[in-house]
């Protein structure tokens, strides 16, 4: 029973579509992040809703908008996306200041 | 801006010997810190960690020690095994930061049998 799933995968599309990727996670985990790994290799924290509400947006375009419609999901919508915004995108959930469990990531080609 | 670096991008050790995986931070304010371990096409699981009012932690045959006066931290994986072989990422995180991860750039953990 995976702890952090996230659907779909993998996800090649075309620049100017709008895309969705869903996370969800069984763990009873109050805190959830999306966190993006770009060309560099690097992670870096993109959103992280606690309890529904968001309380970390970093520096990301507004054409990221996530949504977190209970404390167990939280979905990432993408529109008008572009080359830059190929990635791998990996979701996580965490407790309290505890070390967070990832999801095993999205990789996403825009072509 | 770099707040946390890993300045070797892989690192090649025989089975059973000794690996030393080291990672630098900037921000003085960062209070503790993990290490997490990525095979590919999976996400990075949780390692170890250590507070910053500590200055070694231990788990079986991985130990993290931090040096807060150089700003530094090292994992040792003893003996190391084919297993381990993937990519480890050390993490930092400041107390008031609603828990927020900064990564570094990981190295690349080969142990060949």
Request: hydrophobic fraction near 30%; include cysteine; glycine fraction near 8%.
């Amino acid at each position: 029973d995976t702890a952090v799933s996230q659907t779909p995968k993998y996800l090649v599309t075309q620049m100017g579509n709008d895309k969705s990727i869903k996370c969800e996670q069984n763990l009873g985990h109050d805190t959830m992040y999306w966190y993006k790994q770009d060309s560099k290799k690097f992670l870096k924290i993109m959103f992280s809703y606690n309890n529904k509400e968001l309380i970390i947006n970093e520096t990301v375009p507004n054409r990221f908008s996530p949504k977190s419609p209970d404390k167990a999901h939280l979905n990432l919508h993408i529109n008008s996306l572009e080359l830059g915004d190929s990635a791998v995108y990996f979701c996580a959930s965490s407790q309290a200041g505890g070390g967070y469990t990832f999801g095993s990531g999205t990789r996403l080609t825009v072509v | 801006d770099q707040q946390v670096k890993q300045n070797s991008p892989s690192l090649s050790v025989q089975e059973g010997r000794i690996s030393i995986l080291n990672c630098d931070y900037t921000n003085s304010m960062f209070d503790y810190f993990l290490w997490y371990k990525k095979y590919p096409a999976e996400g990075p699981t949780f390692l170890i960690s250590i507070s910053s009012i500590k200055d070694k932690n231990e788990d079986g045959r991985f130990t993290v020690f931090l040096n807060k006066s150089a700003k530094h931290l090292s994992l040792h994986i003893v003996p190391s095994q084919p297993g381990d072989s993937a990519v480890y990422f050390c993490a930092a995180m400041r107390g008031g930061s609603n828990y927020k991860l900064t990564f570094g750039k990981g190295t690349l953990l080969t142990v060949n049998p």
